[in-house]
């Protein structure tokens, strides 16, 4: 088998190659505007930039894992990408950010206004797509994790540079900028092939876990792993002075001269050259790194397990393997 597609993440998209098409396609429709051609040019900037479509593919195989052969999967998981490509063009703006996915950000070839303003037409466009299901399930689900997104950004912009955040506020932030939307797409499908409850809980109860530790090993490799694994530079959320679980756990474990550097290089922003690895090496020091690492994959197994509930299919089996994949590039 090619090496690409024994990849959980490209062994989904290969089995749900033609919903795929069908939500690329809907997605095009949708992000076109006739009195505005820039809100294309930036969308398509973004959405067609190579990025792994992890979400909608959630949805797909949910759906479908479920039973569903109607044609609403495909509006809901085009649903979720938008409203993740919203978040991204706003993220970039409040991160000043320069790469995403690789290549330069919207911001960074516009600006911050065109940014925002497209990112919002994505919300919208989000909407009118969920309401076409003509499921108010579906809409509150939908809706409740685009306000859970907002909040949990808003929380990290209120913990962020403070050396009091707790791992409890981190996964609450987790939770709401990075998780919300993974046990949404999950959730949604199963409620759109109109299965038992229990399975729908279980599909929230998978996307939530592997939303947690989805972040948590961005989170790790931002401090060892490749820019082109991340998609963006190395080192940024340090020196975008971010708390993420592993300088948080460093903190906790800090003596007098470690906390005088988180406060200086986090707190302040007093940042110099050999900063980063100094900070790589304070982590390092304390098991941080590795304490963080097995959070990860304490939250895998607990992806893993909610799927237990399901009925035996193909797609469960790539769903769980998929798990295994998103902390393995931190094992």
Not at 37 to 47: G, K
Not at 214 to 231: M, N, P, R, T, W
Request: charged share 25%; hydrophobic share 45%.
């Amino acid at each position: 088998m090619d090496q690409d597609i024994a990849k959980p993440q490209d062994r989904l998209a290969a089995w749900l190659a033609s919903d795929m098409a069908a939500v690329n396609e809907l997605i095009r429709l949708r992000m076109a505007s006739e009195h505005a051609p820039r809100i294309p040019e930036v969308t398509a900037h973004l959405v067609e930039a190579g990025g792994k479509r992890l979400r909608p593919l959630l949805t797909l195989a949910a759906a479908r894992m479920c039973g569903y052969d109607g044609p609403y999967h495909v509006h809901l998981a085009a649903t979720v990408e938008f409203i993740h490509t919203a978040t991204l063009l706003h993220d970039d703006v409040v991160d000043e950010s320069e790469r995403r996915r690789g290549r330069p950000t919207a911001n960074l070839l516009w600006d911050n206004k065109t940014s925002v303003l497209v990112g919002d037409y994505l919300f919208s466009r989000s909407f009118q797509l969920m309401v076409e299901t003509g499921s108010l399930r579906v809409l509150d689900i939908l809706a409740n994790a685009s306000a859970t997104i907002a909040e949990g950004e808003v929380l990290q912009l209120t913990a962020a540079q403070d050396l009091a955040t707790t791992e409890a506020i981190y996964l609450q932030v987790v939770r709401g900028k990075t998780a919300a939307l993974f046990s949404a797409a999950t959730e949604v499908g199963g409620v759109i092939a109109g299965a038992p409850e229990a399975h729908v809980l279980a599909l929230f109860a998978y996307g939530d876990a592997l939303g947690i530790a989805f972040q948590i090993v961005d989170d790790l490799l931002d401090y060892g792993g490749s820019a082109q694994a991340i998609g963006k530079n190395n080192g940024d959320d340090f020196r975008e002075r971010k708390l993420t679980l592993p300088v948080i756990k460093a903190v906790a474990l800090a003596n007098d001269e470690e906390r005088a550097f988180w406060q200086r290089t986090i707190t302040k922003g007093d940042q110099q050259d050999g900063d980063l690895e100094q900070a790589i090496a304070i982590m390092a020091r304390h098991g941080a790194m590795e304490a963080a690492r097995k959070d990860a994959l304490g939250w895998a197994d607990i992806a893993r397990s909610s799927l237990a509930e399901l009925p035996a299919h193909e797609l469960r089996d790539m769903l769980r393997d998929l798990a295994d994949y998103v902390v393995s590039r931190i094992s």
